[in-house]
């Protein structure tokens, strides 16, 4: 059949494709078509399926699944649909459910399973994220995502209806609207089709992706230009400055609420236009925190302005019911009289005063983006319609509108929020627990095609300080979707890296300084997002449905399409000065992003890092573009590559890149072979040339060939520590490809002498670090040596040697030096 709606009784069955059904309920059988604030479209290509009815009973049967449906006119008939006969072939009415009135109406079997699920018996939902981590201290329950360990998934859709751009109906009560989403282990698939669904994740600005300053704290507007000069003197990269809520009036008259404010206050930033401007020289853009609830107060600038913005013939906002017969509704408020206008966003007329007399203003001064602060709630005028998914919606729309740079920082308002980028996830306590919670929350928010999360880095508010803790959770933000520092107006909980410990501000520069480096890696990864539907953080799962192990490691996660990441989230060993962190690897070959050590794949391992490192690893084949003084990219030996490196095209660096520039980037590992086809448009990180490191790889000989059959010989540079070699790329005019061909005197990486070199300098630093008696450390070295670094000795016995007593530090060394070798070779 095409992909028609039919009506049978009072349901609706759409086949969206052959894993993706609609099913409507409505007694008075007043179905409609119009999206909704979750779904968006609904034109899929044309579906095969077989439909049978027997006794009202409609089968759909597809390649990919079997939906019986019960379209008797009682809900509550004597229908079991888990009765359904093993091989399909027919019904057994005889007995009763006693599950809810659903679970006697549709019934589910996958091809190729044998268990068939009925509606109201529980799945094992894989999660997917949820509205706020407000004073979280740890875990938080998750709302249901998309996907589950039986491959159903429900999406049930009571948001309103929006059948255009201003109106909004409510839903009738005593109707259904559900999407069965039936994709089996096809995470992708199952996200490919939600993203057709109900709208593409956009492109973020490239700006978006380095680092983000925020505090809550009364700067003033010197201050604050002091505290960027000084970032800028430290070599600590910021492209974002977000102003918390003290850039507006927060002083207020009687009777007035401080936290919405669309004023700015001048004594701390006499000069607003001047100080954006100053923060714009300084390459960064720049957010303005808003409370919007409080409505508009007397005391702001523009309130006049408002005033006369609201008052005229009243805009109608909504038909309670919309078709289904409801009666008109008005949200418009009179604006008339001196006291405070409320705030209500279902009123056209407010939202058109909110943008060109509140906002307007403000964003001629400079402001770039806005930080959409809801929390009061999910209710409006308007039944079903959430105040912050209005907000979420008309500022995006708002912004491209005024050419401004797509995006916003605001909560989670349901699924479909994806659409407006970026999610902020709320004021968390700052503790290792919350720390610990956050890879999982971000990975497993990709199950509902949510993305792009933002944490405050380094948590919020409450806790105690702890330097391991601010360290640990920077990295992980490095390596997490948004990294945002933030904190409370606490005067002891700043971020700033000069708080620290020398050792701690040392790598936190350092990591800060690997996110902007990152950058061509992440915007390539924001493109594939935006164009492919594949999230730059999820599970494990995602990319190996059928490994049973990676469902159980919840802070390991994909970062982009050539990372994985397991972020440490505890307390390092005091006397072996390392944390510890689980992880999965699958089959190949895994090498370390930060040391180049190698891992064999198909495992489970115990990771041991210090504090400077977390575990980053990169499969063979890998390909890492990074930025610096040239572009250099990183080749990872052991297996062909491919990666896409996209760069915006002129019009782009807002996020509304329609032709991005591309080049295509193959490694042929059997070929010994690289080849690099720059597409439409040269990205310009290539035209001053650029370099190629061979990482794990001597390089004797390599040859640039051109399209004109000319060659030319490179001189490749090698670096015994890293076991690296570097190629640089002169520019080359009016070529579309270059490939080269090289020659390897250093094999793959990973047997023998080869991995022992590493082993051995990295076993060293290991018992460094350890704070245990010099003689025992010296002697347990001598003996790793004499066993070729492949055995760990009997430190017992090494005790006695020394006459040092076996204690639990000698034990965990063992344990340690056992678990590392073991890792590596």
Not at 216 to 233: D, M, N, T, V
Not at 489 to 509: D, H, L, Q
Not at 524 to 548: C, F, K, Q, T
Request: glycine share 8%; proline share 5%.
């Amino acid at each position: 059949m095409k992909n028609e709606s039919f009506i049978r009784a009072n349901w609706r069955i759409t086949l969206l494709t052959e894993r993706l059904v609609r099913l409507e309920y409505d007694p008075r059988r007043r179905f409609t078509d119009a999206c909704s604030l979750i779904v968006v479209n609904r034109d899929f290509p044309d579906v095969t399926a077989e439909i049978t009815e027997q006794d009202g009973v409609v089968a759909i049967k597809t390649a990919a699944a079997e939906v019986w449906l019960n379209t008797a006119k009682d809900p509550m008939d004597n229908f079991c649909p888990a009765e359904v006969e093993a091989d399909g072939g027919g019904l057994n009415r005889g007995l009763k459910c006693s599950l809810n009135r659903w679970a006697k109406v549709i019934a589910v079997r996958l091809a190729g399973k044998q268990n068939i699920w009925t509606w109201g018996e529980s799945l094992h939902n894989l999660g997917g994220t949820v509205r706020t981590l407000d004073k979280a201290d740890g875990a938080v329950r998750m709302d249901d995502g998309l996907f589950s360990r039986e491959g159903i998934g429900i999406l049930r859709d009571d948001s309103c209806l929006r059948p255009d751009a201003q109106s909004f109906w409510p839903r009738p009560s005593g109707t259904e609207d559900m999407y069965l989403f039936l994709y089996g282990k096809d995470f992708v698939g199952g996200l490919r089709d939600f993203y057709r669904l109900s709208g593409a994740t956009p492109l973020l600005p490239a700006f978006a992706l380095g680092n983000w300053w925020s505090r809550y704290w009364r700067y003033s507007q010197a201050e604050y230009l002091a505290l960027i000069e000084r970032f800028k003197r430290e070599n600590l990269p910021f492209s974002v400055a977000v102003i918390d809520m003290d850039w507006h009036l927060t002083d207020v008259p009687d009777g007035g609420n401080g936290w919405t404010g669309f004023s700015w206050n001048r004594e701390l930033f006499p000069d607003p236009a001047g100080f954006l401007r100053r923060l714009h020289a300084a390459g960064l853009k720049t957010a303005l925190n808003l409370h919007p609830a409080a409505g508009v107060q007397p005391f702001e600038d523009e309130y006049q302005a408002f005033k006369v913005a609201m008052a005229g013939s009243a805009i109608p906002t909504a038909v309670a019911g919309g078709k289904e017969g409801g009666t008109s509704t008005s949200g418009t408020e009179t604006a008339s009289g001196t006291g405070t206008i409320p705030f209500d966003f279902t009123d056209p007329k407010f939202r058109r005063a909110y943008f060109d007399t509140l906002l307007a203003p403000l964003e001629a001064d400079g402001t770039d983006f806005w930080w959409i602060d809801w929390q009061q709630g999910e209710n409006s005028k308007i039944p079903g319609l959430d105040p912050l998914w209005l907000l979420n919606c008309y500022h995006f729309a708002h912004a491209a509108r005024q050419s401004l740079p797509r995006l916003i920082l605001s909560r989670y308002a349901g699924p479909g929020s994806h659409r407006y980028p970026i999610g902020f996830s709320g004021d968390t306590v700052v503790s290792w627990a919350s720390l610990a919670f956050q890879p999982y929350f971000t990975a497993t928010a990709a199950n509902i095609g949510y993305g792009w999360w933002s944490h405050d880095i380094g948590g919020h508010m409450n806790g105690i300080r702890d330097d391991e803790l601010a360290c640990r959770w920077l990295q992980f933000g490095v390596f997490s979707p948004i990294n945002r520092l933030h904190s409370t107006c606490n005067r002891f909980a700043g971020k700033e890296p000069w708080n620290y410990s020398i050792e701690v501000r040392t790598i936190m520069g350092n990591f800060l300084r690997l996110r902007a480096k990152l950058l061509p890696y992440l915007h390539s990864m924001n493109y594939r997002s935006h164009l492919d539907g594949i999230p730059i953080v999820r599970p494990l799962y995602h990319a190996w449905p059928e490994e049973e192990a990676a469902y159980h490691y919840p802070n390991e996660y994909q970062f982009g399409s050539e990372m994985l990441v397991a972020p440490v989230t505890t307390k390092m060993n005091a006397l072996l000065r390392l944390a510890e962190t689980e992880a999965w690897l699958p089959e190949g070959m895994f090498f370390d992003f930060f040391t180049g050590v190698r891992y064999r794949g198909g495992r489970r391992v115990k990771l041991h890092r210090p504090l400077a490192e977390i575990p980053v690893l990169v499969p063979a084949g890998g390909i890492v573009p990074l930025e610096g003084d040239s572009l250099t990219i990183r080749l990872y030996p052991g297996a062909d590559g491919e990666f896409t490196l996209y760069e915006d095209d002129e019009c782009g660096a807002d996020g509304d890149s329609a032709n991005p520039r591309k080049t295509c980037i193959q490694l042929k590992w059997g070929e010994h072979s690289v080849e690099v086809n720059f597409g439409l448009g040269r990205i310009k990180s290539f035209e001053k040339g650029f370099e190629l490191h061979f990482m794990r790889t001597k390089i004797e000989t390599i040859t640039l060939t051109l399209k004109n059959a000319n060659t030319l010989q490179l001189e490749p540079l090698y670096e015994a520590a890293t076991q690296t070699t570097r190629v640089l790329l002169p520019a080359v005019e009016d070529v579309n490809c270059l490939h080269l061909n090289f020659t390897v005197s250093q094999n793959l990486p990973g047997t023998g002498a080869e991995q022992r070199e590493f082993i051995e300098p990295l076993l060293e630093k290991i018992l460094n670090y350890a704070q245990i008696d010099f003689d025992f450390k010296e002697r347990i070295f001598h003996r790793l040596q004499a066993n070729g670094f492949t055995v760990c000795p009997d430190l017992a016995e090494v005790a006695d040697e020394v006459q040092v007593g076996v204690s639990k530090a000698a034990r965990e060394i063992s344990g340690l030096l056992t678990d590392v070798i073991n890792e590596l070779l």
